[in-house]
Structure formats: structure tokens, C-alpha cells
């Protein structure tokens, strides 16, 4: 008799100890979920939402979605869509959470360990870099590298019309400008040794230099991308974000971050003008104001380059660009708004728009609206 009741006594203790250990590590992993949480900024509300997710993309251990950004971005794309399928997308707590959620996906990215591809030295220049030239008495000018070689820099004579007659520039010291694709600006001191003509163009010959500072590397993340868009002048401030409804300039946005973008139009543009881009995300309208910090002129293509910062933008389009730069949008491809609008306006395709370039909007003359770009 004795026995078997002690063989359901330590059965049962079995089941309980089972049970309570199990609870233990639910508890235990609970609070590592919700201390991580925690460190990372977010509220207790938002942790338990941040969890019930990590459990709904069934997550073995919930907390790996604070350091893993391919778990993170999971989480994040099931938030999305849930969003999306609710109507709760333009509500402004959940917007609040979104742009948190973006922002610490933006911090994970930023602070993985990439491979040191910075320079040190003007020898490492590639062929073709761009270049701002900073000469005294004259001002900043564009030139590019045409030629590196082990004694000095081959590049293009800047062209400008503010040259006194006896200017020469041989012997002129200059302080060179430049950014690198995906690293960061760099300014080095030289001199020109020669002006010289190398492979057919007007250049100059200058000194190289074994000291390169860096000055600022990229804030944040881009997305490349060859997307239809419309480029308008900014004619009014308190507007910045209204969305246009007639047709700009044609356009295309090359790559696309919450901090600005790039774009290709046809002619050439200059710098420092304060444009506003209007193009569609997931059949959704959206506009970026700022300013052109960098002109790239082609002429070979009778195209220009036109380097975007951003003004800040308001939560629900940064959101919405960002849901674009990390891949987080329904895939369903929208529309180019081109063809849509081109039926009513009857203006020219896009490429032919951009082979040909609006000479007059770009150099200042008056568009059909009266404004000078």
C-alpha cells in the first residue's frame, strides 16, 4: 500500500517541479525581454506590444529581437501589416511607435561592423571622383579627377566665368573638397604644379597629399531605387508639404533616405536651390522638401545629379520612407504617376522628358507657373 503512493507522491512532485521551472524561465525570460526593452528606450506599454509580437513571428527567444536585425525587421513587417489591415496606420500612437521602432532598426544597422573603407592619402582617389575646389579670391568650384598618378592629381580646369583676365593657375593653392560613395567627406590642402590638357580636356596638374581629413561620415541609410518623381520649386514655405496636384518636372530619384535623396534631370541645375520632390509610396503620395547641396552635371547625357537635404520631415512620411529604405512596405508595386497624369496633361514620355531636359525651368527663366528655379 505504502508504496504505491509514494510512486504518485514523487510522480506529482515531478509534474510540479516541471512546472514551476518552466514558470521560472517564462519569468526569467520575461524580464530579460522587458530589461533589454528597457535599455533600448522603449516604454513598458511598448515592450509588451514589442513581445506579444516576438511571440505572434514565433520567436524562440523573444529578446534576440533587440540585437538581430533580421528578427527585428520580422517584428516589424508583421506590426506593418497589421497596421495596414486594421486602418490603424494613421493613428498617431501607433505612428509614435513605428518611428521608435524605425529608429532603433536604424541603430542596429549603423552600428554593425563594417569593413574599414576609408582612405588616407589623395593617391587613393579613384578616376571620375567629383571634386569642390576651393580657391582664394575666386570661391568654390566643381572639377573631377581625370587622371591619379604616383606624382600628382590630374583634374579638370573648373570652369567659371569669374576669372580676372591675368588669372593663372599655376602656382595657386587650393583647398579640395570631396565625398565618397558610401564612406564619408574628405578636404586635403594642394597646390597646382602645371595646367596641361589630359585626354583631350582642359585640366590642371596638382600636388597630392599624404594628410586626408575626414570630415563627416553618412547619418543614415539609403535605399537605391529608380523611381519616377516630380521636382518643383519651393514657392512657399508654408507649403512644404502640400501635396501638388499638377505635374512638375520630370524626374527620377536614384537612392532615397529620411535624411534626402538623389535624382537625375534632364539639362543642368545648380546648387543651393530649394526644390520639393513629389512621388508615390505604396500608392501613397509623398513630397520631400529641401535644399540642393551638390549639382552633378553630365554633359554627356545633357543630365544632372542633383544631391538632396532634406528639411525634417513630418513622423507619418518619414515612417513611410523608411518603411521603404527597409524593405517594410506591402510588395505590391504602385502605379508611376506618370501615365496617370500624362492622359490629362498630354505632356511628353518621362525619357524624353529627361533626355531633353526643361532648359528654361533649370537656368532660371520663368516655368508655366512663374516661378524661377
Not at 204 to 233: E, G, N
Request: hydrophobic share 40%.
Amino acid at each position: 500500500m505504502f508504496l504505491p503512493i509514494l510512486i504518485i507522491i514523487i510522480a506529482v512532485s515531478g509534474v510540479l517541479i516541471l512546472f514551476i521551472s518552466l514558470a521560472d524561465r517564462k519569468k526569467s525570460g520575461w524580464v530579460q525581454f522587458y530589461a533589454k526593452g528597457k535599455d533600448s528606450g522603449f516604454s513598458f506599454k511598448e515592450i509588451d506590444l514589442l513581445h506579444r509580437l516576438a511571440i505572434k513571428s514565433k520567436l524562440e527567444d523573444p529578446s534576440v529581437l533587440f540585437f538581430s536585425q533580421g528578427q527585428l525587421d520580422k517584428c516589424i513587417k508583421a506590426l506593418v501589416k497589421n497596421l495596414h489591415l486594421s486602418g490603424g496606420m494613421n493613428e498617431k500612437g501607433n505612428q509614435d511607435f513605428l518611428s521608435k521602432l524605425y529608429d532603433f532598426r536604424k541603430k542596429i544597422e549603423m552600428d554593425k561592423p563594417r569593413v574599414k573603407n576609408g582612405i588616407s592619402n589623395s593617391r587613393q582617389i579613384s578616376e571620375g571622383q567629383v571634386l569642390r575646389i576651393l580657391t582664394k579670391g575666386v570661391g568654390v568650384l566643381k572639377s573631377q579627377v581625370i587622371k591619379n598618378v604616383n606624382n600628382y592629381l590630374t583634374v579638370s580646369r573648373p570652369a567659371t566665368a569669374k576669372l580676372p583676365g591675368t588669372f593663372s593657375w599655376q602656382g595657386q593653392k587650393l583647398s579640395v573638397y570631396f565625398w565618397r560613395d558610401e564612406d564619408a567627406g574628405y578636404v586635403f590642402d594642394s597646390e597646382v604644379v602645371d595646367e596641361v590638357f589630359s585626354r583631350g580636356i582642359s585640366s590642371l596638374k596638382i600636388s597630392h597629399s599624404d594628410s586626408l581629413f575626414r570630415t563627416q561620415k553618412r547619418k543614415s541609410i539609403r535605399v537605391k531605387m529608380h523611381k519616377a518623381a516630380y521636382l518643383y520649386p519651393v514657392l512657399n514655405e508654408d507649403e512644404l508639404n502640400r501635396i501638388e496636384i499638377n505635374p512638375g518636372l520630370k524626374c527620377f530619384i536614384e537612392d532615397l533616405s529620411d535624411t534626402g535623396c538623389a535624382i537625375t534631370i534632364g539639362g543642368k541645375a545648380q546648387d543651393d536651390l530649394r526644390i520639393k520632390v513629389q512621388f508615390f509610396l505604396n500608392n501613397i503620395p509623398v513630397c520631400m522638401s529641401g535644399n540642393v547641396r551638390f549639382a552633378e552635371y553630365k554633359e554627356d547625357t545633357n543630365r544632372s545629379l542633383l544631391h538632396i537635404e532634406a528639411d525634417p520631415l513630418p513622423i507619418e512620411i518619414r515612417n513611410q520612407i523608411l518603411g521603404e529604405v527597409f524593405g517594410m512596405l506591402p510588395e505590391d508595386e504602385e502605379e508611376l504617376p506618370y501615365r496617370m497624369l500624362d492622359e490629362q496633361d498630354g505632356e511628353m514620355p518621362v525619357d524624353s522628358a529627361i533626355e531633353n531636359g526643361d532648359q528654361d525651368f533649370l537656368d532660371g527663366d520663368q516655368d508655366s507657373t512663374g516661378a524661377s528655379f
